[in-house]
């Protein structure tokens, strides 16, 4: 049997880490071989709520369960660690302006960069999934002097999932038949989900669908679907987020030679400003991030890149005492 | 690829439907080489909300899961069913007595049971996970005219899954050493979590546990785990019992030689009563639920069994014009 790996989630007694912990506690993220140990953070006013979750784990005896660590201390929490979780993040209250949030979070994405840094496995993986993703990863990485950044990255498997089934419903296929999309940017309501280069069957996808449908239906659906949902359950997405971060994970350490979407630190690839985190079509290999840099994309595409980055560098801006 | 099967789950917007669906879709249920197609009852109130968990389904772009179908209509919803879920039941409200509640789950029990009888598969497997469960299932499987009532089980695999985790932690092993542990009779606070026959690490558990332990700590920990969970998470176990349903599904349909605990309509084993619904020690081959019968029960044993097979007697006579 496998040594046991080191998982830690924050913000693990919350809707999304509910729907994550049962998932990877059955071996959904690192495969059915391998045994884990959960570290569980939490703010102190829902160390309750956390023990009732760490009881509901232990009342499912799963196997490859080695143990739970439910604590209030990041560097008990990051202690070690393998894998990091960031899913807590202070949402957005009442009156509070974007730069507000930005500043709320900031405050805890510092403090557990530095953690992460100063006490996680030194090969850790974190992804990121607390909004605003992309600049809390921004963040989170920096603050980890020691680490290179690539070893962070940000949530849009969500994003690609949700872009990838609503091309599959179009075009009447199964989501299989989807290769090549991409989601670009920001993790906000200018992201871009991509179909230049996507192909549903091996057709190149605009070929199946009206442009005015890709522009006018398919990217503000992508881009609005979290509100949407909110609408009709009454509250945020939990469980389809915990799937993503859940896959997220799974493909970055066990690898996937199929295109997906995930935010990494830009190196200028398609002249997209170095620094910053920024969502990108990737494969994943010998637990390594690699950028699909082969892409070849029309004044459309570049347009909506550019958005998405204007934002990104606007909330760099906002939080750049922190860097 | 198989051909899909069709898999009910009711009270699909519930919080244990909203823990299971996604397990069941990433393939956990039925393994990751069986398509689904999941088909989702709720009560018109809650279609809004079941709305929202079909859309994040649908974001999840799961490859297994070939259709999502939410309806409020039980035929549309049973129609050539493989596996049924009963999750929905009316919970106890403020200042309901214990006959009211059985009264008021049995009205939708009933409805169930002749509904799967007239438009699921004949080979359905049903479990019922909504409370008061053994009583429930006997009603539905009773107005299942055309089924074996074999076809038909209750839920206390979590029953029994907390007691090995806690049998466990006190013999300081992991649960993969606890084995022969057994839940009998109802799925409430008489319940028998029984040791007699368990053995930890091969070693009789009785000799590596005090008496007095087992019979004032293990027992009622066991009979009120429910309670202490809602005492802590402020809401009634979710993930915990959306993991076991999975659990007793892959068990019944794919297999097992470990003895678990399932309910199951009794004939007449261990002298409980013909016909009630009553946890047993059990094991699973080719689709069907084994008793257990080869166990030699003390005094000890046989009283608590019968306890929990009164309260079960109750039960049927409070519902009987319902048989």
């Given at each position: ?158 994003d690609h999932?949700r872009a990838t089934a609503l091309l599959a419903e179009r075009t ?6 989807v290769?090549n999309l991409a989601v670009w940017g920001n993790?906000s309501a200018t992201m871009f989900p991509e179909l230049l280069s996507a192909t549903v069957?091996?057709?190149p996808a605009l070929e199946l669908v009206d442009f005015e449908w890709y522009r006018d239906q398919f990217i503000p659906t992508v881009q609005q679907r979290?509100a949407e ?32 979407s ?17 969502s ?15 892409r070849t994309l029309d004044d459309f595409c570049v347009d909506r890149l550019r958005l998405t980055e204007k934002e ?12």
């Amino acid at each position: 049997m496998k040594e046991p790996l080191r998982i830690t989630v924050t913000g693990a007694a919350g809707q999304i880490g509910y729907a994550m912990l049962f998932r990877i506690a059955a071996g959904e993220m690192l495969g059915i071989d391998q045994p884990i140990i959960l570290q569980l953070l939490e703010i102190p006013p829902a160390m309750n709520a956390l023990d009732g979750v760490v009881m509901e784990l232990q009342d499912c005896a799963f196997p490859l369960l080695r143990r739970v660590v439910p604590t209030s201390q990041p560097e008990e929490a990051f202690s070690g660690a393998d894998f990091v979780l960031l899913v807590g993040a202070r949402p957005r209250g009442p009156g509070m302006e974007r730069k507000d949030l930005l500043e709320a979070n900031g405050a805890i994405f510092t403090g557990q960069g530095k953690a992460i840094n100063d006490y996680a496995s030194k090969s850790v993986k974190v992804l990121v999934v607390g909004n605003p993703a992309n600049t809390n990863c921004l963040i989170a990485a920096h603050n980890a002097r020691d680490l290179p950044p690539e070893q962070f990255s940000s949530m849009t498997i969500l994003d690609h999932n949700r872009a990838t089934a609503l091309l599959a419903e179009r075009t009447s296929v199964h989501i299989d038949a989807v290769e090549n999309l991409a989601v670009w940017g920001n993790h906000s309501a200018t992201m871009f989900p991509e179909l230049l280069s996507a192909t549903v069957g091996g057709t190149p996808a605009l070929e199946l669908v009206d442009f005015e449908w890709y522009r006018d239906q398919f990217i503000p659906t992508v881009q609005q679907r979290g509100a949407e949902i909110i609408r009709a359950r009454g509250s945020s997405s939990a469980a389809s987020a915990a799937n993503a971060a859940i896959e997220h994970m799974r493909l970055w350490s066990l690898g996937t030679n199929t295109v997906t979407s995930m935010g990494t630190v830009s190196r200028g690839d398609y002249d997209i400003a170095e620094g910053i985190v920024y969502s990108f079509p990737v494969s994943c290999s010998g637990g390594k991030i690699e950028i699909d840099k082969t892409r070849t994309l029309d004044d459309f595409c570049v347009d909506r890149l550019r958005l998405t980055e204007k934002e990104l560098l606007e909330e760099r801006d906002a939080i750049k005492h922190l860097l």
